[in-house]
């Protein structure tokens, strides 16, 4: 059983950044990959980054590439999202997760999800 909590969300205005963290309590395996994803009101959970645990492979979506860094530090079990230059189309809950069985950018294929963290740009 793993348990994901986010943090580091807030209120910025476009061009900001942000940095939000995914602490994870228990065994975290190498085969698993974590990811962020997001919601925004009325909207589908979208796919935004994955990061291989056991390697330095990373993923992103289009919409978020050049702008977004996922990253991790594994010995404290810990998922980060660093995202510059932040639009009002970035507005949502995002969500840290974990698949035990590889990367996929579909939310069904989630294990593991956090509670969210509000993320909101103001023009």
């Known amino acids: 059983q793993v348990q994901l909590a986010e943090s580091g969300g807030g209120q910025v205005q476009a061009g900001g950044s942000l940095r939000l963290s995914c602490a994870a309590s228990?065994?975290?395996?190498?085969?698993?990959?974590m990811s962020w994803f997001r919601q925004a009101p009325g909207k589908e959970r979208d796919f935004v980054a994955a990061i291989r645990w056991g390697a330095q492979t990373t993923y992103y979506a289009n919409s978020v590439k050049g702008r977004f860094t996922i990253s991790k530090d594994g010995p404290k079990n810990t998922l980060f999202l660093q995202m510059n230059n932040l639009q009002p189309e970035d507005t949502a809950v995002y969500y840290c997760?974990?698949?035990?069985?590889?990367?996929?950018?579909?939310?069904?294929?989630?294990?593991?999800w956090g509670q969210g963290t509000q993320v909101t740009v103001s023009s």
């Open positions: 228990g065994r975290v395996y190498s085969s698993s990959v």
């Open positions: 997760a974990l698949d035990r069985n590889g990367y996929s950018t579909s939310p069904t294929d989630v294990d593991y």
